[in-house]
């Protein structure tokens, strides 16, 4: 199992932001893991990358305990959080090259993460003068340098045109064929489109867990059942 949480709360002084929640996304799956604003995704994101400790329970991420050897965890994960953090007046070779050093990749690895992610026309550019797609780009290039088996993409595509989103998506899926990927979103047809699993989150609590062809039998439209889903707990 590459992601295994256990009775996982966090709790930030009087407000309890995860409330024990429990859940595990096998090898190769892609998980959509979904919530109003909010509801906690975020924070359980960082905590499956290590840069949050859970106040009780467990988590594994392909075999490493989050609490136990957290740079291990870091080894095999790959993250692109919400807002990209990246140093725009870095070259996107350039920037790639500093961030393989610190993983301990050569020149091979970066020209290969440039080509997976459509950035070979773009790698001589500054990062500041690039788009808000591209830069997304070079922020899954990033995530992907050191060859993680975990990949965890919190609202990649917020922001983007609609040719962007598609071109992301169909980068999503491609790198989701040989690693478990586990990303948020608020775009029901990009659940519709990449997910074989779903993960629902509402006020820190799962009040979802299921493949996709069984949650849209819930209703008319995943935005209805969504809907229902989010509203019902409250």
């Known amino acids: 199992m590459s992601i295994r949480v256990d009775k996982v709360s966090k709790v930030y002084g009087a407000q309890k932001a995860l409330n024990g929640i429990n859940f595990e996304v096998p090898s190769g799956q892609i998980a959509g893991f979904l919530g109003p604003n909010g509801a906690g995704k975020s924070t359980m994101m960082k905590i499956l990358t290590a840069f949050l400790p859970p106040t009780s329970g467990s988590v594994e991420v392909a075999g490493h305990r989050v609490s136990e050897d957290p740079i291990a965890v870091k080894r ?13 007046e870095m070259y996107v070779r350039e920037f790639l090259a500093f961030m393989a050093k610190i993983h301990g990749k050569g020149k091979q690895r970066i020209e290969e993460v440039i080509e997976q992610t459509g950035l070979a026309a773009e790698a001589h550019k500054k990062i500041g003068a690039l788009s808000k797609g591209y830069r997304q780009r070079v922020g899954l290039a990033h995530a992907l340098l050191h060859e993680p088996q975990v990949l965890i993409l919190d609202e990649p595509t917020t922001g983007l045109d609609p040719n962007q989103i598609v071109e992301i998506r169909s980068l999503i899926r491609s790198i989701g064929t040989d690693r478990t990927v586990l990303f948020s979103t608020h775009i029901m047809q990009e659940v519709e489109q990449l997910c074989d699993r779903v993960i629902v989150l509402n006020k820190g609590t799962i009040v979802a867990d299921e493949g996709i062809a069984q949650l849209k039998k819930r209703g008319a439209s995943l935005e209805a059942v969504f809907q229902q889903l989010t509203s019902s707990a409250g």
């Open 76 to 88: 095999v994960v790959g993250y692109l959080p919400e807002h990209n953090p990246l140093y725009l």
